[in-house]
């Protein structure tokens, strides 16, 4: 158990939907990172968010969006969901900002499924 | 481009056999790498991150190992286990940035 919790676990919805994936971090940990990961395809980076602020982006379209809250949870939505956007998606945090030796620990994931 | 590309892309081998996956990368200024496990449906889990003045790295069974000039890194798994099935994914990071590239991974299979 890497200490980052991530609800819910799965998620059915339609296409043009809009969902909300929550994380929390570890305790003491600062910032969080969104990724998605597609049946078959590696791990794709979202966002990352470093206490309270956005620190990076990655490949986020702009029909997702992200934020991070003064406990540090972080919440991540997705609008005007598409089939393929079908995929899990993975939280991680770590205590720092992501320096050389900043190891990010991952929850369990959200399995999204779009019919 | 700056690319992170991982072969064999699946291995399947016999339990108590060794084996090695390779990790090529185009990444510049390259800050560090790291090499994950990641069990099926489940997220990753760090195994060994190197700096580019690190030469190799052990973490039990697993030992990486970076070659900056070359810009190639391996993880050999020695006496590998049914429970090292998994996807072995490298990642580098880049230097000066947050950003992180990772590989496809490798889907190993240790069969009994």
């Known amino acids: 158990d890497s200490g980052v919790t991530q609800t819910p676990k799965h998620l059915i919805t339609a296409t043009g939907q809009r969902v909300t994936l929550r994380c929390s971090p570890r305790?003491?940990?600062?910032?969080v990172y969104w990724y998605q990961q597609s049946l078959d395809q590696g791990l794709q980076f979202l966002i990352q968010y470093y206490n309270g602020e956005e620190r990076a982006k990655g490949n986020i379209l702009e029909r997702f969006s992200a934020q991070q809250f003064p406990d540090l949870h972080s919440e991540l939505n997705l609008s005007s969901l598409e089939l393929g956007d079908s995929a899990l998606y993975f939280c991680?945090?770590?205590?720092?900002?992501?320096?050389?030796?900043?190891?990010?620990?991952f929850g369990p994931g959200t399995r999204l499924t779009v019919l | 481009k700056n690319q992170v590309e991982q072969s064999p892309q699946s291995l399947i081998i016999l339990e108590g056999k060794n084996c090695t996956l390779q990790?090529?990368?185009?990444?510049?200024?390259?800050?560090?790498l790291r090499w994950y496990k990641q069990d099926t449906g489940r997220g990753p889990v760090s195994l060994t991150i190197m700096t580019f003045s690190e030469n190799t790295k052990s973490n039990g069974r697993y030992t990486a190992t970076l070659d900056a000039d070359t810009k190639q890194s391996s993880l050999h798994i020695t006496a590998s286990q049914l429970s090292d099935s998994a996807s072995y994914i490298c990642v580098v990071s880049l230097s000066g940035t947050y950003k992180y590239i990772f590989g496809t991974g490798t889907r190993l299979k240790v069969l009994a």
């Open positions: 990790c090529n990368y185009t990444v510049s200024p390259f800050s560090n």
């Open positions: 305790s003491g940990d600062l910032s």
């Open positions: 991680a945090s770590s205590v720092e900002a992501g320096g050389p030796l900043g190891e990010q620990f």
